[in-house]
């Protein structure tokens, strides 16, 4: 696909940011033709450093709620300025996505980009510890980094060059996440699907110097790309 909005963002300064496959690629095709309003107040869940929060309020004028449990919420702040935005369109906030500080019903939608494995595998999250801080008829939008298909009774060599099984248990397939998603009773299942962007976002965080993208690197020359994708899982609070 092609990513109209995310040309302008890749700078070397913001791709340094990244901490893993191009998240606002990841972020722009998720969003395409997505149903939240356009002044929404938004929670960034996984937030990172905040790359894919400017991505928000710039491109489709939500307000956001920049929430990250690793990252420095003043190191955020200031990035949000050098990028001209001010406390009224983003706010860091270091939070806990198990347990969120915010006000019940607060947000018109959650958007959690390659992030969400590392929390939402329990099946309960999403009606008890997610869907409280969403309003009635309010949007989640999940794009989360899978598999193909399952294949942890069997790993491919490839992946091991990169990443212990241990690691690889983050990474499941669509059918997977189907289950694990309709076990909530709270929101409604608008589609799971697997994303195109796979390859383009790999090739934009290969091209990265830090010492994580460089292990990475082992894995997907030796083809280990051809196992994994990225899913996108849309949903609805019901009323």
């Known amino acids: 696909m092609n990513y109209p909005r995310s040309e302008k963002y890749l700078t070397a300064d913001l791709m340094s940011k990244i901490m893993g496959p191009n998240p606002i690629k990841l972020e722009e095709e998720l969003l395409t033709n997505h149903l939240i309003p356009k002044d929404a107040t938004v929670c960034d869940l996984g ?3 905040g790359l894919t929060s400017v991505f928000l309020v710039k491109e489709y004028g939500f307000r956001v709620i920049a929430a990250d449990l690793w990252s420095d919420p003043e190191e955020n702040r200031k990035f949000f ?36 494995n590392y929390f939402g595998r329990d099946p309960d999250y999403l009606d008890q510890k997610l869907l409280p801080f969403i309003k009635n008829g309010g949007y989640i939008y999940i794009a989360v980094p899978g598999m193909k298909k399952d294949c942890h009774d069997d790993l491919p060599k490839e992946l091991l060059l990169s990443w212990t099984p241990e690691q690889l248990e983050y990474l499941h397939d669509a059918a997977y996440w189907q289950s694990i998603v309709s076990c909530c009773s709270g929101a409604e299942i608008i589609t799971v699907e697997e994303m195109e962007s796979n390859e383009n976002v790999w090739a934009d965080w290969l091209e990265q110097e830090n010492e994580y993208a460089v292990g990475d690197r082992k894995a997907m020359e030796a083809g280990g790309g051809k196992y994994l994708n990225f899913i996108k899982i849309v949903m609805r609070k019901k009323n």
Do not use: H, N, W
Not at 84 to 111: C, H, N, R, S
């Open 47 to 49: 937030s990172g450093q």
């Open 81 to 116: 300025r050098k990028m001209g935005l001010t406390d009224e369109q983003i706010v860091p906030v270091k939070a806990d996505a198990e347990a969120l500080p915010f006000e019940k019903e607060f947000f018109d939608a959650v958007v959690s980009t390659d992030s969400y």
